[in-house]
């Protein structure tokens, strides 16, 4: 048998290129504890963080989990996508930065299109009221 190392590299060589260590989390129950959050993904590995989504924001119900290990967070996506946790299914991801930041800008320009949409709206109401007042 070969050396352990070559093993692994050759495990590694398979993985997909959206596996990392950090994994988001969907659907979490909104009163579910990050101790709570260590208990169920600490049974697939060393956990190195969990950052649990704010209460009062749009966020909350999500998480990001941090592993040690690459193949840690292999194996909890393999099991927990899916898990009922308080009666809810947690849908867990790769975190994947590229695709939460175009998400992030496409929100960014909606909201300046909406803005636009608003100074237009009041412009033509001035302008209706400029007309009325001329009449």
């Known amino acids: 048998m070969g050396d352990p190392g ?27 504890t990050a101790e709570e959050l ?38 909890a996506v393999d099991h927990l996508s899916g898990f009922n946790v308080g009666g809810r299914y947690l849908v867990v991801m790769y975190y994947q930065p590229a695709k939460f930041e175009k998400r992030a800008d496409a929100e960014e320009k909606k909201k300046e299109l909406e803005e ?6 009041q412009k033509k109401a001035q302008m209706a009221a400029k007309d009325d007042n001329q009449s």
Do not use: C, M, W
């Open 6 to 32: 070559s093993s692994r590299q050759s495990i590694n060589s398979r993985l997909p290129p959206e596996v990392n260590r950090i994994l988001y989390v969907r659907n979490l129950p909104f009163r579910i």
């Open 38 to 75: 260590y208990d169920i993904f600490g049974k697939y590995g060393a956990v190195f963080q969990i950052r649990l989504g704010e209460k009062s924001r749009d966020t909350r119900g999500t998480a990001f989990v941090v592993y040690e290990d690459i193949y840690d967070a292999k194996r």
């Open 116 to 121: 636009l949409r608003r100074q237009i709206k």
